[in-house]
DNA sequence: TATTGTTATACTCTATAACTATA
DNA sequence: TATAGTTATAGAGTATAACAATA
């Protein structure tokens, strides 16, 4: 991949450029920078809430599908089933979901939603759509589309909801 | 700024939509996902020189201008002094930097490359461009311009080298 | 009295592995 | 013997605040 008449165009423009202080034109690097910032104030936007960002996707989760296990939301979260006790306990202390047992194999818990549970997801989501608004307040709505498309184009396998980073999920 | 036209749109588009395990069309979703994902690749790109991504950033500043202090340097990275100490430390013991004496202040440290410092900064660079080449496979130079401007549209004071982030710096 | 660099400490987050109860 | 959930523990990374030398 290297050498090829694209790569030396990247070259040219040059990754890190001598004034240093600056942003690079980078790709790399902006999302970086820009993803952790972002994440970073979702965190903060969740806070009135209660909420972290991972709780937020895992009552998402959730919501699409009540009674799944804790560990095939695990796995389908790539977090290691020991720390989702914590979070499935965190949860269950604000009220949100319970763990109801499975009659068919008495080791499981399956996950639902209350529906206190079910109203602050709701309020949640209605935060996390302001969030993306003001994120995106620099950009039409045109630009919008354009940017997710461009973004979605970058190696899929990096998009992925599995190994949801822990900023975020 | 919510309620406004271009609000409600977005609320239409639906930034958590029914279908929950998939990636939603949300900037910031996107953002935070490939902003981790990009940095967590880097840092993998960086160990065979034995470097993590904020200390490549900080040869970056030091190559920028040789002699500045520890605590200039801090500052203008957003680090505590306390943590720069390590920081140094590491790229002093691996040869890449040294620090010398100031000659008006026996306080402070004066922060400056060695040549194998200069060298490996070499190095890394290369890693980085080679990193961004990978990334950006699925797009056109044409679009990778693209996707930095539409990137650079989003709240400037997000993108600000300060406050660089733990994954990258 | 303030500032540079340093050290000590404590806190958060995380994964690994041991443990229990079921199967 | 294997699996779901839990608990214990240890490690990495971090910030805060105390400290010594110098200004």
């Known amino acids: 991949m290297a050498g090829t ?4 165009r990247v ?3 040059g990754v890190a450029p001598a004034a240093p202080d600056r942003a ?3 790709v790399g690097f902006l999302l970086s920078q820009l993803g952790f910032s972002a994440s ?4 903060e936007v969740l806070k009135p809430l209660g909420l972290h960002p991972r709780e937020f996707l895992l ?3 959730i919501s699409a599908a009540e009674g799944r296990s804790q560990q095939a939301l695990a796995s389908l979260l790539a977090v290691p089933p020991s720390r989702m006790v914590a979070l499935v306990d965190h949860l269950e202390e604000l009220g ?3 763990r109801r047992p499975d009659p068919h194999d008495r080791r499981v818990r ?8 079910r109203t602050v997801y709701g309020r949640a989501t209605k935060l996390a759509l302001e969030h993306e608004q003001r994120l995106c307040l620099g950009l039409s709505e045109t630009e919008r589309e354009q940017l997710i498309d461009l973004l979605h184009k970058l190696q899929p396998e990096l998009i992925e909801l599995r190994g949801v980073h822990p900023g975020l999920g």
Chains 1, 2 share one sequence.
């Not at 008449?5 to 030396?8: F, G, L, R, V, Y």
């Not at 970073?40 to 965190?43: H, P, T």
């Not at 399956?110 to 549970?117: I, K, P, S, Y």
């Open 5 to 8: 008449p694209k790569d030396s």
């Open 11 to 13: 070259l040219e423009k």
């Open 24 to 26: 690079p034109r980078s």
């Open 40 to 43: 970073q104030r979702f965190l």
């Open 59 to 61: 009552l998402r989760f």
């Open 96 to 98: 949100l979901l319970e």
């Open 110 to 117: 399956a996950l639902h939603l209350t529906e206190r549970g």
